[in-house]
């Protein structure tokens, strides 16, 4: 990796040299960014700067460079298997099916890392990208135009996340979280968080379980005798008494359809809902009413 050594230098010295070429660019709404390389001086670097959890760049016609710098003020922490509280972050990139003109990378202590290449018309769309930071550890997003006489077709697009929880790794090309630590039940204190901080929380039996070879995931499909939250429109339907939806999990947990209803909690990454803990109901009630009891729970949910 010298010659990414070098280049990086070599981005340092254009950021402090003035406008001339490398400009720095805040976004309205703070969590997303839309431009053009066509206002871009060729071999110039634009800085941008965002602060949400997540939110999208589209970057039309890509000249030149960009060097993204996320800061977000991070939602709180969901509790299922493999958490930790060592204050590690992790974002994941996920690439519009589209993605034209340029390469991605990650930039840490100096080095680039490649993320995402230019893409060709006949290569398959590219994968979710995830990467960690621990607290203090600067890193950033660098994205660098490919040469091309034809850019008018050309957009470098890509939603991003950042969480400080363990699921946001559910949805990894690498899966660096050890499939038994993964998939591993939860435990009484952590389904009671779950319940409080999760994305969704709903209540239902598992129709049936297929392989999402694109993720490399299980989609477990649900019908939900009562949706309790649920922070999108996950579950839907038009019976009063069931709704449908899909969650998301490891491969390796190997979850298969079988009797009995289940308390399912977990986070929604780009629009998808991912496993947290999912106990069997009637295992959740009596962690519940104990915890109750004793004047234990973190929150209150209307338990039948």
Known sequence: MPAFGVWINAIWILLFTGCDLACSSYSEDQCSWRGSGLSQQQGSVEQIFLHCSEGTLDWLYPKGALRLSLS??????AVGPGGSSSGLITA???PSEHF???????ERDGVLELLISDRLESSPPPRVRCFSRLPGERVALFLQA???QDISRRIASFRYELRGDWTARLSLDNNPISSEEACRPCNNTEILMAVCTSDFV????????????????AV???SATRVFRQKYALFTGNSRLSSRGEVRTLLQCGV????????FTGRVHFGEAWLGCAPRYKDFQRAYMAAKAAQQIPCELPVD
């Open 146 to 148: 490919t040469p091309h």
């Open 92 to 94: 994941c990139v996920k």
């Open 72 to 77: 977000p003020r991070l939602p709180s922490v």
């Open 220 to 222: 477990i499909k649900v």
């Open 202 to 217: 709903v209540r239902g039996n598992i129709r049936s379980v297929v392989e999402d070879d694109n993720l490399r995931a």
């Open 100 to 106: 034209h003109g340029a390469q991605l990378y990650l």
């Open 256 to 263: 298969k359809p079988g009797p009995g209803s289940f308390l």
